[in-house]
């Protein structure tokens, strides 16, 4: 996919794949990545390994915006609402936030419910694309 | 109960909450004035201001407590001032608390106030994408109202909340403050009103979800020495305050983040962070909750007041709804919630909002509030979360 990550070192936007680091005394995972020092309080690590985060995971919960949010976030013209997911991953013990995939509304999401990481086009501009991760309900076969 | 770690409160003031496009400068004085008069103490007799600062008004050192010190009058004071989100004004009667028990001070005064700028919170500005408050805006237009989405949506589908209980809260709230002179929204809503209100973030809407306001409020504190050579015999007293953060890892989405601490290598605590808070202050205290006789939570939404009844410890966890459908938390009811009407009535201003809190709970425990009293309350309990790990309760009691 053609653009740039919307941010830096979040995301790898052809896996697609979150990027985290584990800490490896302790065997933490952090996202967004920590590289300095263990955020366990009974941890003394200062080194960590680069991770890719699981691509698929169950909404914790979900919700949307039916308004559009204040600067710094960059609307459509004209805005269109979007979901938003609290997504858990059960291998790195987290709950992370994205977007829903384009398209997809809450009543097409459910607590409990499996989705998997995508990428997107966040929003455009004059250096082109910039790209976000987003998450899209895995339909049951 | 009252004990030798106990200080009194002797005064509380308030400047009625609305959008008045005034200076907060403006605000707290006339919150502090109120204080200082309902405690009967001069301002020049007061040894110790401890201010309640929000960012957006101006850089640190003009939001800080010095600015009411030099509005009411330099007066030699000591100083001091807190920054910790909503919970500020909490941490600002921390500090006054501190330095009374200590014997540093005798009487102190605490101000918080707000001027706010019309719609959704919004971070401050510039590019600044190692701030996840920034962050979240920038890469996902996550406002606050998405987070308090998050766990309305997962009260339903947990504990089988439904549109009727959150639009039930807020009825009960906009009842509560129909009286109070303070807040500023006062109008009775029905429930068909609220779920006619447009969608916000699902499942919450437009009515459900707390506004920003401009507002100030203020407290006296006083030694139990000080207030009874002052002539108080039976002061309301504060008997714990806990500004606590969370322990690691702390598991639940919260407001600015994109994730929760990953909890793979230490299982999370009993508590949650938002539990957490008020249990300190209980065990500082050594009140249980079923003691309680009221409650000020921050219903940023309505959503969130049910998750507040059971992490204050009024019921189990999953109860929440029960015990709203049951009336216990409405005026009139075993342990009223919110009877000033709560964020819903005033809509927040963010450094005054904990002190307010504490101001309600002191006119209700010396049977001052009229209009919208808890009858025969002895104990009252206040509680409060905000960004970045912060938050406060405190417990009073007389
Ligand atoms: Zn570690």
New interface residues.
Partial sequence: MAGVPVVEGFFDPSVPALLGTRCTECATVFFPAERSWCRNPRCESTTFDEVELSREGTVWSFTDAQYQPPPPYVPADPYVPFAIVAVELAAEGIVVLGQAADGVTVADLAVGGRVKLITETLYSDDDGDKLVWRWRPIKEA | MASKRSVAVIGAGMHPWGKWGRNFVEYGVVAARAALADAGVAWTDIDFVAGADTIRNGYPGFIAGATFAQALGWSGARVSSSYAACASGVQAIASARAQILAGLSEVALVVGADTTPK??F??VGG?R?DDPD??????????N??YF??????RV??HGATEEDFAQVKVKNAAHGLNNPYARYRKEVTIEEVLAS???????RLLEICATSDGAAAVVLCSLDYAKRHGIANPVTIDGISTVTPT??N???EMP??????????APGERTFRSSIAHAAYEEAGIDPKDVSLAEVYDLSSALELDWYEDIGLCEVGEAEHLLRSGATALGGRVPVNPSGGLSSFGEAIPAQAIAQVAECTWQLRGEATGHQVEGAKVAVTANQGLFGHGSSVVLSR
Wanted: glycine share 6%.
């Fill in positions: 719609g959704f919004k971070p590019d994408p920034w962050l979240r805006f920038h890469v996902l237009g996550a406002t109202p998405t989405g998050l766990y309305a949506q997962r589908a947990i447009p969608m916000v973030a699902d499942p919450l690691f890892p598991a639940v989405i983040n994109f994730a929760t601490d990953s909890s793979v290598a230490v």
